[in-house]
């Protein structure tokens, strides 16, 4: 075998394991948000708990990511050019930031309701309504929004040597600046939140030495919920951290374009994207509360097929009758 077939052979097989790859996290992602949506919503709790509209929320950025970006981002790394045209470059990449950007920030809101709500629990009761975290959502993606439009003109489609490719378009000082924007807005600043209102809040948790409300059911379910929402803040983090190191390192460091940096980048962006299919995991790993609905729901699916069965025998019946009568 010659050196030409061999990379052939190699390629062929990265190709096989990333389309792997990308069609896992799209399965899992769109079954798993689907999921904790139709639990939400069954839940009948999304007018009372502000931590459900937060968690919806999430996981509506979730799919959409999963739904809009993952499909035609796998065909960069398995086709040799971008067939979906112009428009399709543009948006893909928007809603890649404009989602990044809305759950980092709803990571950010639920972390600072949380801190409130354990910490100043009757303090805050009047600021912790639905209605205060609708119009918090609504910041979020008025604010996501904001910070990802740039991004619209940031990707283009070009065709280089006959090749059509969707690229960044922008020269490299202001492709500097956009990118270390989105670093300190889309990641640094959020992640020291987090870990500020989290450190305080587990500190009061495991500090506070009442024992009538240690003892209370109403602490027990606090530290529950703080425990899923900081796991699921905690692999956000470490889902995205190798995203912008890579960008980070391309600028500032060293970071020749060979097969290895290749194969970096190709896994840094399925690192971000897995995290979109990872919460309902957690949800079903950590929170009793959302196994019970996954299997509600699960069987009510189950119940509407054996009715429909039910219904196709009985109509079957019915035109046998029919036709033996005639």
Request: glycine fraction near 4%.
């Amino acid at each position: 075998m010659n050196l030409s077939s061999l990379n052939f052979s190699v390629w062929k097989t990265e190709q096989v394991v990333i389309s792997l790859g990308f069609s896992l996290i799209f399965l899992l992602g769109t079954v798993g948000n689907s999921l904790v949506l139709a639990v939400l919503f069954r839940n009948g709790q999304m007018n009372t708990k502000t931590t459900n509209l937060f968690i919806f929320n999430l996981g509506i950025a979730d799919l959409c990511f999963i739904v809009f970006c993952v499909p035609f981002q796998a065909t960069i790394y398995t086709m040799d050019e971008w067939v979906f045209g112009p428009v399709v470059c543009k948006v893909v990449h928007f809603i890649i930031f404009l989602t990044m950007y809305a759950s980092i920030f709803t990571l950010t809101a639920v972390s600072l309701d949380r801190y409130l709500a354990i910490c100043y629990p009757l303090r805050s009761r009047e600021m912790r309504t639905p209605k205060n975290a609708l119009t918090s959502i609504g910041l979020v993606w008025a604010l996501a929004l904001l910070f990802s439009a740039p991004y619209l003109s940031y990707f283009a489609q070009m065709d280089l040597d006959g090749t059509v490719v969707c690229i960044p378009v922008w020269e490299s000082k202001p492709r500097i600046i956009m990118d270390v924007c989105t670093f300190f807005l889309g990641y640094l600043i959020p992640v020291l939140v987090l870990s500020l209102t989290y450190a305080r809040t587990i500190r009061y948790l495991w500090t506070s030495v009442d024992p009538v409300k240690d003892m209370s059911e109403s602490r027990r379910s606090k530290k529950k919920v703080t425990k899923l929402i900081i796991i699921v803040a905690a692999l956000f983090c470490l889902c995205w951290l190798p995203h912008h190191l890579v960008i980070l390192c391309m600028w500032f460091g060293s970071f020749p374009l060979n097969h290895a940096t290749y194969v970096l980048r190709i896994l840094s962006h399925l690192g971000a994207y897995t995290n979109s299919c990872l919460n309902p995991i957690v949800y079903a790993l950590v929170s009793k509360h959302f196994r019970k609905g996954f299997r509600n729901v699960f069987s009510c699916l189950q119940k509407r097929k054996e009715v429909n069965k039910v219904h196709v025998v009985q109509a079957v019946n019915t035109g046998s009758s029919v036709e033996m009568s005639n």
